[in-house]
């Protein structure tokens, strides 16, 4: 399988913290599934917004190394451009524009699709999420944190990416509603063949999701491997995760 993201040697800084990422090596083959993992202030989410081209937003740079997305450098690309050429992202936080409704927010999203494309896009998006359809009309700041995780995601697939990044999908939300927008992630990659690189703090949620991931601990790369290897590795889940991937069935039951 060929690379859709390439990742060699980058590195990054922000102006008040110095270096963030340090000589990472990553690559997510085409239509794979892959999850970045790590603890708070890893770094995962400076990884992303180098990708994305989002860096200079929070006065970051890249330093050092290359990002290729289907072969092609990105570095100095804007990130609209990325966006136009198959980027697609859930941020950190969510970010769903409050005070549009939930339609005007996936019409945002739909903006790189040719006009006559919007109709059909919608209804793939409220197909996946019925709640969405509920509440077209209603401002995106009134719905729930897991219908505006929804909205994130419905309004980043909705332009068809090729490579969706997503940011702490789970942060916050209920066991239940964390499994149902899991369970459309996976539907969208099944049925539209996405390439996903997937930042989560759930370290089995996303061992579970993924096929393959990678471990970043103080900016750096500490581990990599399939999922499989990683989740039959205490001694792993133990450095990097906090044995967080290792549940007792107990807590497992109640989840
Ligand atoms: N805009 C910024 N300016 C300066 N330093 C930053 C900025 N954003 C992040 N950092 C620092 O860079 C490091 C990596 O942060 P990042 O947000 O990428 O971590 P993370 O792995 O996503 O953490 P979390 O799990 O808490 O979201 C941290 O030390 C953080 O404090
Ligand atoms: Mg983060």
Redesign the pocket.
Known sequence: MSAALEIEGLSVA????GL??QDVNLSVPKGGIVALL????????????AVTGLLDL???AVTAGQIRFGGQSMLGVPAHKRVRLGMGQVP?GRLVFKHLSVEDNLRVGADILPRGQLHEGLEAVYTLFPRLRERRQQAAGWMSGGEQQMLALGRAMIGRPQLLLV??LSLGLAPLIVKDIYKQLRVIGETLGTTMLV?E?NARLALDFAESAYI?AG?RIAFSGTSAEIAASPAIQQSYLGGAAELPAGEEAAR
């Open positions: 922000y102006a008040r913290k963030a990422l790590g603890a708070n202030g890893a770094g995962k989410t400076t990884l992303i917004r929070h006065h970051g950190e940011d702490e930042v703090q970043i900016g």
